[in-house]
């Protein structure tokens, strides 16, 4: 059965975990599953590159599994929601990078059936002591507000085009929830071969590329294809694209969800 949130480890049977005895854990796994199992908040824990599961009750009670096998099984065939839905984020958390992905659904067996919920999905590393990532906690919070429907403008191709991987990545998993067709390339000479070679509704592009900047790729990409639409992120003020020879969004960084799917409902 999964173990009730409040109860401390010495309780615990791990007579089935592949973990052992809890004296021979290490410290970093001590203390992750004491503060997942004293927490009314739905938690996992992956824990090594053999991903063994952990969970706490209010994880098993959120998926429907609260008469489970007990937590400290490698993860089976079919993997929980929250590490299913996105390997390249586990991989990054993996890396060392800490995540959060606000308003995210998963589909959880309750009742017999599966069921959408939102959540916000919170994934930290958890290091050992020579500092190296060890596991993986994942917190699962209420969703901060309702899930961002797709834009009413419809399905777009746009084409992404920013050499910094992570803000690279973000804004494609945003895109892609609104129920958008995502390309993206690292600079302005990439984006133009992807531009010979098929139609897209919008060019979401950084000012700063290496290389060719983003306002001279626009104005090549608009003499391919005079339709595409052109949106600008910076971090920099507006300014730098308020006299352009060519109609264009200017979006300054950081943005938020709503104001991208504000820029995307406008372009219709």
Request: hydrophobic letters at 45%; a negative charge.
């Amino acid at each position: 059965m999964a173990h009730t949130a409040g109860e401390s480890m010495a309780t615990q049977d791990w007579s089935r975990s592949e973990l052992g005895p809890p004296e021979d854990w290490p410290p970093a796994l001590r203390l992750t599953l004491d503060i997942m199992l004293n927490t009314p908040l739905p938690m996992l824990l992956m824990w090594g590159r053999q991903q063994v599961m952990l969970y706490n009750q209010a994880y098993a009670i959120s998926a429907g599994s609260a008469s489970a096998s007990p937590p400290g099984g490698a993860i089976p065939v079919v993997p929980p929601a929250p590490w299913s839905w996105n390997p390249q984020a586990i991989e990054q958390c993996w890396a060392g990078q800490s995540l959060v992905f606000p308003r995210q659904a998963l589909k959880l067996w309750r009742d017999g059936r599966v069921l959408e919920t939102n959540f916000d999905l919170h994934y930290t590393p958890v290091r050992d002591a020579g500092g190296a990532v060890a596991g993986i906690l994942c917190a699962l919070a209420p969703a901060s507000a309702p899930a961002v429907p797709a834009a009413s403008a419809g399905r777009l191709r746009i084409l992404v085009v920013e050499d910094n991987q992570d803000a690279q990545y973000l804004v494609c998993e945003m895109l892609r929830a609104f129920g958008h067709e995502v390309s993206a390339v690292a600079n302005g000479e990439a984006a133009l071969e992807l531009l010979a070679g098929a139609p897209f509704d919008v060019l979401f592009s950084d000012v700063s590329l290496p290389g060719m900047s983003g306002v001279e790729l626009a104005r090549v990409a608009l003499q391919r294809q005079p339709r595409l639409r052109i949106v600008f992120a910076s971090g920099y003020s507006a300014s730098l694209t308020s006299h352009l020879d060519f109609p264009a969004v200017s979006m300054q960084k950081p943005y938020d969800i709503e104001q991208l799917q504000q820029v995307l409902h406008n372009l219709g």
